[in-house]
């Protein structure tokens, strides 16, 4: 299995607060993409990046922000929480020459109140 | 932009038995690629099999097979001999070509019920 891990795993937070989620890489490929899931929706992107520093927009970037200091690390970050944000947030990497093989991470589930 | 339709939300199948899901897509370009994944109740994200669209040969992989129909933009999946364990949502999707990031536009899903 690819080395990913995602945390927090769970959370349960307030409207209106920041929440930043984390996907951790071992495997050093460049590409690094957020999406999430809903009902009636399957998966969709927020956002992805293409290297350290370089980020862009998906689908549903909307209240959304990322960053990516280093190769192994990409942050999503809610600024201020709405429940409209409640969903299964999954992490996705890929390497550079193989960038169609997507290999996900386990999720994180998001409970905006 | 592209869009993946999946018009069953649920099928059922009964042990070894075979089932095919349906799923259609739109695009423009000529030069893409399709997958269907799996999520089992544990929710991690699974690849079953995947499709270059500029391969006519339909892709196969053990009991997984697809049927992929590129003039009619469709992509079904089969499953033979079906087991319990492929009880699971699957879920069809689609991506352009390579040397950039592959963004993933996936269908709403299909909930596969496989029963004794």
């Known amino acids: 299995d690819a080395g990913i891990t995602q945390s927090p795993r769970h959370k349960v937070t307030e409207t209106g607060t920041p929440v930043t989620l984390r996907c951790h890489q071992t495997e050093n490929h460049r590409y690094m993409y957020w999406y999430r899931q809903d009902p009636g929706h399957g998966l969709r992107l927020i956002h992805y990046s293409y290297g350290v520093k370089d980020t862009d927009k998906g689908e549903v970037s909307d209240g959304y922000s990322v960053s990516r200091s280093k190769t192994e690390d990409f942050l999503l970050t809610l600024e201020s929480a709405t429940s409209s944000q409640t969903s299964v947030y999954f992490c996705a990497i890929s390497e550079s020459g193989r960038e169609i093989e997507q290999f996900f991470g386990p999720g994180t589930r998001l409970t905006v109140l | 932009a592209q869009t993946v339709t999946q018009s069953q939300p649920e099928m059922s199948v009964q042990e070894a038995e075979t089932v095919t899901l349906s799923c259609t897509y739109d695009t423009s370009e000529s030069d893409y690629y399709l997958f269907w994944y799996k999520q089992p109740p544990s929710r991690q994200m699974i690849l079953v099999i995947r499709?270059?669209?500029?391969?006519?040969q339909n892709a196969t992989e053990n009991r997984f097979s697809v049927n992929f129909q590129k003039a009619a933009k469709s992509f079904s999946l089969k499953i033979s001999d079906s087991q319990l364990g492929d009880a699971a949502m699957y879920f069809c999707a689609y991506s352009e070509g390579t040397g950039t990031a592959s963004k993933l536009t996936f269908g709403t899903g299909t909930r596969l019920q496989v029963t004794l």
């Open positions: 499709q270059e669209a500029y391969k006519q």
